[in-house]
């Protein structure tokens, strides 16, 4: 085999090489693309999801800041049993 031969066959070998790293960056770049877009939808979802907690519980503050003061208004507060109040840290 001469030296003319051996310089085709690294020639051919070169840009099969080459195409397979064409294909390989192809691959890497759509599961890459992929992964940014799962991200991006979980974290929408997330902040969803948490901002409607946020309001639950904003709603649900207010509801009992709502029945204290009726409570306290009316003067019955003494005659609610204390399992139906809320708890307040110490």
């Known amino acids: 085999?001469?030296?003319k031969?051996?310089?085709s066959e690294m020639r051919k070998s070169m840009e099969k090489m080459t195409s397979e790293l064409h294909e390989t960056n192809l691959a890497i770049r759509e599961s890459?693309?992929?992964t940014s877009d799962t991200i991006k939808e979980m974290n929408e979802?997330?902040?969803k999801m948490l901002g409607e907690t946020l309001k639950a519980?904003?709603?649900m503050k207010v509801k009992?800041?709502?029945s204290d003061i009726v409570l306290n208004?009316?003067?019955i507060e003494g005659l609610i049993p204390d399992i139906f109040k809320k708890k307040t840290k110490k």
């Open 1 to 3: 085999m001469g030296l």
């Open 5 to 7: 031969d051996e310089i």
């Open 32 to 34: 890459l693309q992929l």
């Open 45 to 47: 979802s997330f902040t």
């Open 57 to 59: 519980m904003q709603d």
């Open 64 to 66: 009992v800041d709502i």
């Open 73 to 75: 208004r009316l003067g």
